[in-house]
């Protein structure tokens, strides 16, 4: 650990998990850079911070990996460097118990981010290990300083934490309870990212269906979407994650609009058994989010339908998990996360009988990935001929020859093009269809 901070002291942050996670992650940069540090490479940081995620095992498990590297090599050759962890594994106690093991320097949880400097000065005066986590959330702090990571595309929190409690998912544990944040803040910050150039913005909650309970003025996430649809600058707006058992028709009349609203929703169905979804304490049947989809599908011409789903879960049968490829095949989602159940200690999931063996769990997620590439395939291969409106990212991660664009149904499409397309929106021919984009060419 050094002993002070000079101004040119270096930083590098390693982001996991969701986009709650990049955002806090871009908050974590501006408060950083706000006290004097700029951004730097594992070869001359100073501090390193690692934002993590604990959604399952094998998340935590990627920043144990990494974290057991920055501390070799802050053994071998780094005495100096400083290593700060926060993020939703800082929010567990068996995790922070292990952190303190390792020899972690700064450990700040979800809740309270904006103290991070603090905590460091802290460390660094008393030449001692602070950890500092808020077991509950405070009333939103705002605004705090932010760099973003550059582009056209920015995310921006309309809410934070869930109520949802699923009993597989520990969110809510290292969340908190949801709280909105201000119809008004929200536009002030839209406002300054299409000022800045942002033409793109991504609205993020857990659950945003249920944008504005609790605050003081009317207001629900199908108002928000129009406040937002009336901003200049901004030409598309996306957002995530809708539960099923809260889209309401007048939601759905709203993103009927089109617009900048793009036809995307990402709407998880976690299971498609009954049984289960009962016992995730998902709220709604099979039958129920069968008639969402058409619902869905009806109002808003060409959407694009993803999803998340968990096989594995605590006593799923063969019986169950037939039910939940049987969904796939009937909804033929446009594409979907899919995972193996992870037991999270502390949630309801974690103790309930009939654990699912991982041989098991690992069949059926292939089963279930064969089938939903298969489905996805078939639906992109449809495309080919189409002309797409897209909204140029950047040079393609895969070819670095060719540029890369999202369509408005949020696929991924790689073309040939002139770099000073980057930014705009232009209209692109569906030339060639993957499992996972497309390929096109500029018209
Ligand atoms: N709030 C969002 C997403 C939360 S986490 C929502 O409700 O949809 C993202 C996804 O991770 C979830 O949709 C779920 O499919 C998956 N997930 C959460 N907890 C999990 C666990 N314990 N094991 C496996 N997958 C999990
Ligand atoms: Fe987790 Fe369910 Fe909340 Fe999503 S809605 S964050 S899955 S508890
Ligand atoms: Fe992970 Fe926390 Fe997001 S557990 S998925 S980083 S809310």
Redesign the pocket.
Known sequence: MKNELNAASKYLIYTYGCQMNVRDSETIAGLLENVGYVNGTLEDAELVVFNTCS?RHSAENKVYGKLGEVLALRRKRRPDMLIALGGCMAQLPEVRQRLKKMGVDVVFGTHNVHELPALIDMAQASQKPVCQVWEHEGTIIEPLPSIRKPGFSAFVNIMYG?????S?????YT?GRERSRLPSEIIREIKDLAAAGYREITLLG??VNSYGRGLSEEVDFADLLLMVNNLEGIERIRFM?S?PKDISNKLLYVLAEGGKLCEHIHV?L?SGSNLILDRM??GYSREHYLELVAKIREYIPGVAISS?LIVGFPGETEEDYLDTLDMVEKIRFDAAFTFMYSARSGTRAASMEKQIDIDDKKERLARLNKLQYQIATEINHQLEGRIDEVLVEGISKTDPEKLSARTRTNRIINFSGQKDLIGKLINVKITKAGTFSLFGEVI
């Open positions: 959604v869930c109520n949802n409690f699923c597989y998912c520990i969110v809510p969340r857990q659950n994650t539960h998880p976690q304490n998902r998340d």
